[in-house]
């Protein structure tokens, strides 16, 4: 298995969360899933993160957003380097699910 790299996996997730909040239901689907293996707080984030998406700020907004997730996946990570691999792995199945569903 090849070595997984953090910070790639914490912008490749940051990308895949912002873009997902532009649908409810993709939204309530990786809040679950982060919930499950984070914690409540994190599945909170992504749906205030939705909210202020949804009331319209544009490209920065998006912008923001996927900064804070950046360095909310990287900390996440690096205190628990279990979800590492699972959370790769969610990365890849939303972004080939997020393509095939544009």
């Given at each position: 298995m090849p070595t997984?790299?953090?910070?790639?996996?914490?912008?490749?997730?940051?990308?895949?969360?912002?873009?997902?909040?532009?649908?409810?239901?993709?939204?309530?689907?990786?809040?679950?899933?982060?919930?499950?293996?984070?914690?409540?707080?994190f599945g909170q984030l992504v749906m205030q993160s939705r909210a202020r998406l949804a009331a319209g700020y544009g490209y920065e907004a998006a912008a923001l957003e996927t900064g804070m997730w950046r360095v909310r996946l990287d900390d996440l990570m690096t205190q628990r380097p279990d979800l590492v691999e699972p959370l790769a792995e969610l990365v890849r199945e939303a972004t080939q699910r997020l393509r095939t569903a544009a």
């Open positions: 997984l790299h953090v910070p790639r996996i914490a912008w490749d997730g940051a990308r895949v969360i912002v873009r997902a909040c532009a649908d409810r239901d993709w939204a309530v689907w990786f809040a679950n899933w982060i919930n499950a293996q984070a914690g409540p707080p």
